[in-house]
């Protein structure tokens, strides 16, 4: 199985700030790399697919970059509606792995 | 509007089966899609189960050693997952997604369902 590990596993910020969330995968996985936004009680909602392309509807704030192995989300401008746990997932082969999450809560 | 709907007993026994439908509106499972099964134990991150394809293919996470099998239902308006042998472990809200497109992101997802394994 190909193993994705997120760093951090939590995150402290303000409203306005730049955040960047990171994940690496155990192999090469060319563009299969997702992004997840959860918030409790709710669905997940993909946010980034293909490393860094944006789901319809996401703002831009939102972008994702990466390559090979090695992955980045970053949030330009922290809103309020954004304190909630990021996942990335590699689809490159089954099982699509998640990483551990990354809760990002309000300072 | 694809819209997924989980539905199931919220609590199942230990050594029993876990049975869940994925009811879905708006679309057909015989599209070119893959459908998938996730999980989150309370207080942990997400884990893939499975998906299927209309077709009848599945795959599966080896990390549930054969307990898990999904099917599609004969009216091609839902799916459903079957867990065998669920312990405590196996508590968890479950919820079921659509793959969408090459690279197979998650589009579209029931709100989730908690099944709890308990005595």
């Known amino acids: 199985d190909i193993q994705v590990t997120q760093s951090p596993s939590s995150l402290s910020a303000s409203v306005g700030d730049r955040v960047t969330i990171t994940c690496r995968a155990s192999?090469?996985?060319?563009?299969?790399l997702n992004w997840y936004q959860h918030k409790p009680g709710k669905a997940p909602k993909v946010l980034i697919y293909?490393?860094?392309f944006l789901q319809s509807g996401v703002p831009s704030r939102f972008s994702g970059t990466g390559s090979g192995t090695d992955f980045t989300l970053t949030i330009s401008s922290l809103q309020p509606e954004d304190f909630a746990t990021y996942y990335c997932?590699?689809?490159?082969?089954?099982?699509?792995?998640f990483g551990q999450g990354t809760k990002l809560e309000i300072k | 509007q694809v819209q997924l709907q989980e539905s199931g007993p919220g609590l199942v026994k230990p050594s029993g089966t876990l049975s869940l439908t994925c009811a879905v509106s708006?679309?057909?499972?015989?599209?070119?899609?893959?459908w998938t099964w996730v999980r989150q134990p309370p207080g942990k991150g997400l884990e893939w189960i499975g998906e299927?394809?209309?077709?009848?293919?599945?795959n599966y996470n080896p990390s549930l050693q054969s307990r898990a099998t999904i099917s599609i239902g004969k009216s091609m308006a839902q799916f459903s997952l079957k867990l065998t042998s669920v312990t405590a472990a196996d508590t968890a809200v479950y919820y079921c997604?659509?793959?969408?497109?090459?690279?197979?992101?998650?589009?579209?997802w029931g709100q989730g369902t908690l099944v709890t394994v308990s005595s």
């Open positions: 997604a659509r793959n969408e497109g090459p690279v197979q992101q998650l589009d579209y």
């Open positions: 708006g679309g057909f499972i015989n599209s070119s899609h893959w």
């Open positions: 299927i394809y209309h077709s009848g293919s599945t």
């Open positions: 192999q090469t996985i060319a563009d299969y």
């Open positions: 293909a490393v860094s």
């Open positions: 997932q590699q689809s490159y082969s089954t099982p699509h792995t």
